[in-house]
């Protein structure tokens, strides 16, 4: 099943278990109308095709002792599968790098990365990433102020 085959109560249910994924099928019964039997049958269903990966709680960073967010280009030093797979590796063990992006352009991939102080992401970027054998260059911004910040998508409902 595609996202064209998915009908107006599959959207609404998606729609809304991106703003509380804690919604029991009662919950969401009364909210789109259906029998919680359909409901339940319906979310199961998303579930089972993949349109809903998986259920997570968002942690607050800050509270938690993150409260810097940075954003880092990386250009590789050679532009060939192995030189890109080895970094990925590097990546996936990075739990500091909350996303990762491959890019068109100038730069090869940008990050975002979390860290506690500056002396973390100053020891991140020249005792991780720099002496890395497969990255040539790397440039660091951090973020002064998010003004959105999501994982929603924008559903039609």
Sequence with gaps: MNSEQLDGFDRKILALLQQDARLTNNELSAKVNLSPSQ??????????????????????????GF???????????THN??????????????????EAHA?????????????PDLRSLADFVNGVLLPHD????VKT???????????ALPLDT
């Design 134 to 137: 497969s990255v040539q260059h």
């Design 39 to 64: 409901c339940s049958r319906r979310r199961q269903r998303l579930e089972d095709e993949g349109y809903v990966r998986g259920y997570r709680a968002v942690l607050d960073r800050e509270r938690l």
């Design 141 to 151: 911004a951090i973020v002064l102020e998010t003004l959105k910040e999501t994982n």
């Design 67 to 77: 409260p810097l967010v940075n954003i880092i280009t990386v250009t590789l030093s």
């Design 103 to 115: 890019l068109t352009g100038e730069m090869d991939y940008i990050l975002k990365v979390v860290t």
């Design 81 to 98: 599968r192995d030189n890109a797979r080895h970094f990925a590796r590097l990546l996936e063990r990075l739990p500091e790098v909350q």
